[in-house]
Nanobody, 116 residues
Framework: QVQLVESGGGMVQPGGSLTLSCTFSGSIFGVYRMGWHRQAPGKQREVVATITGGGSTNYADSVKGRFTISRDNAKNTMYLQMNSLKPEDTAVYYC??????????WGQGTQVTVSS
């Protein structure tokens, strides 16, 4: 059974930076498309960024140029480097691992709060 554990959330001032990590276990990390999603209070969950096993990336328009997704297949870990954070980036951030509809897994989430 795949398990995902996020870490690195917290509170930061506008313009600051945070790095989220997601540790994967229970299957072959490299075959999964990994992603970060977020959900703000009162809003639907939205995709932030995704990365394939080969390293191809996609970003939401709202984070392009500020966030960088990466993965280390040797360490079974995915990262999200977040720079120039804005109050509207405040949300619970979730790690996702996807290969098929039957193999679509989520972490428990980590809170990111951007506030002065």
């Amino acid at each position: 059974q795949v398990q995902l554990v996020e870490s690195g959330g917290g509170m930061v001032q506008p313009g600051g930076s945070l790095t989220l990590s997601c540790t994967f276990s229970g299957s072959i990390f490299g075959v999964y498309r990994m992603g970060w999603h977020r959900q703000a209070p009162g809003k639907q969950r939205e995709v932030v960024a995704t990365i394939t096993g080969g390293g191809s990336t996609n970003y939401a328009d709202s984070v392009k140029g500020r966030f960088t997704i990466s993965r280390d297949n040797a360490k079974n870990t995915m990262y999200l480097q977040m720079n120039s954070l804005k109050p509207e980036d405040t949300a619970v951030y979730y790690c996702n691992a996807f290969v098929t509809m039957e193999h679509d897994y989520w972490g428990q989430g980590t809170q990111v709060t951007v506030s002065s």
